[in-house]
Each structure stands twice: as C-alpha cells, then as structure tokens.
C-alpha cells in the first residue's frame, strides 16, 4: 500500500527565532511520523520587516526600539532562549552585530529550491546557523555566496543572479501574497493548502496536525470511491 503524501509550505523568515525553533521542532515531527507518511517540505518567504536597509541595522538599536528599551528586549529573548536551550540551538545574539534585511536570502533560498527541496533545505539550515549562531549578517552579498558555496550551489550563477534583480519582485508578491492570506506571524505551516499551524508548535502538535489531514484525506478518498460505486 503506498504511504499517503503530504506537502508542508513553511512560511518564515530567516531572522525571526522562532522560525528557527519551528524548523527544529518541525524535524522532530518529521521523524516521528516517517514511517506512515510521505512529506514534502517547502520553504516560502517571509519578511518581518522589510523595511531594514540592505546594510541592515545596528542590532542593539533595532531590538531597543522595538522592544521599548533593553530591558523590553531582554524580556522579549528570555522566552525563546529557553526554548532554544530545548531545542538545543546555542543561540549566540551576542555575536549578532546587524538586524538584517532579509530579501535577498530569501531569494537564494528560492534559487536553492529550484534545484530541489533537499538544496533548499541546505540553504535554510546554513542561514539560520550563520545568523544565529554566528552572528553573521545574512543580508550582506559575501555571507550569502559563502553559504551558497557550502550548500554546493554553482557560484557563477549565485554571483550573477545577486548582482541583479532578479526574482526579487517574484519574492516580494509571495511575501505580499502570504500576508493576504492571513499570515501576520511566522512561522506558519501550511499543510496541503488547507491545515495552517501558527506559530512554533511543538513537534507533537505539528505531527497531529498532520495525522488530522492524512485521516481527512483518507475520508475524502473513501467518500469518492463509494459514489463511484453507487
């Protein structure tokens, strides 16, 4: 019997955290349900804000004007410092110098899928450890071709592509498109177009959700086939 397939779009951003503590919890929900089910897993993009320069921003500032000072700030991290400790993320915001714009890493993020999930997957997990555990801005053109060279990325085409424009508007309408759809917080788990999880649920929730789907699925499918046969 062939196992049911899932497609699961991730809409996230590559400087949000709790992006990157539902990636994790994400792979855990992957794991356990492996053996019932096969999944896809796509990454979209998402902007928390788009409107940091390109240079990005001093991060210190960035947070205390959000947050409404440090100690706002310090309050905002204790959470997902914990939950990071869980997930065993060594976050590292020390290290982190630049609040980046994260356009552009989206767009290399789009250019890795057009290889394949796996690539892209690569790309992702890359971003995520050069900014949060190495404080790296992941908005800057150099960080962004040494991290499409170690996901083994054809770097001729990753410094063309950079230096213009492309995809960029395509990156913007999805992000644009996202927010019309109601996403107003990544991350966001949107299950076969149908089931969206918000928010960095724990790798149970994610994995019932997607059980839930399955069974509806199923459901829907024996539905047809009795019709068919009446």
Not at 128 to 147: M, P, Q, S, T
């Amino acid at each position: 019997m062939t196992a049911p397939s899932l497609t699961i779009d991730v809409v996230s951003d590559v400087m949000c955290p709790w992006c990157y503590i539902g990636k994790r919890r994400l792979e855990a929900a992957l794991d356990d349900v492996r053996a019932e089910m096969d999944v896809e897993v796509r990454w979209r993009p998402y902007q928390l804000d788009p409107t940091l320069p390109k240079e990005g921003k001093d991060r210190q500032q960035y947070l205390e004007e959000k947050f409404g000072g440090a100690a706002g700030a310090e309050q905002a991290y204790a959470a997902i410092r914990a939950a990071g400790a869980e997930e065993e993320i060594p976050f590292a915001f020390d290290k982190i110098e630049v609040s980046a714009n994260t356009l552009d890493a989206h767009r290399l993020i789009r250019w890795a899928g057009m290889l394949g999930l796996t690539a892209q997957q690569e790309v992702v997990e890359l971003l995520f450890k050069a900014y949060f555990e190495e404080g790296r801005n992941i908005g800057d053109d150099a960080v962004l071709k040494d991290i499409a060279e170690q996901a083994g990325l054809e770097m001729p085409v990753i410094e063309r592509l950079l230096a213009g424009d492309a995809d960029r508007d395509t990156v913007s309408a999805e992000i644009d498109q996202a927010r019309q759809m109601g996403v107003t917080g990544v991350p966001c788990f949107i299950i076969d177009m149908q089931y969206a999880v918000v928010g960095a649920q724990s790798g149970e929730a994610l994995a019932d959700a997607m059980r839930k789907v399955v069974q509806e699925k199923n459901r829907q499918a024996a539905a047809d086939d009795d019709k068919l046969q009446s």
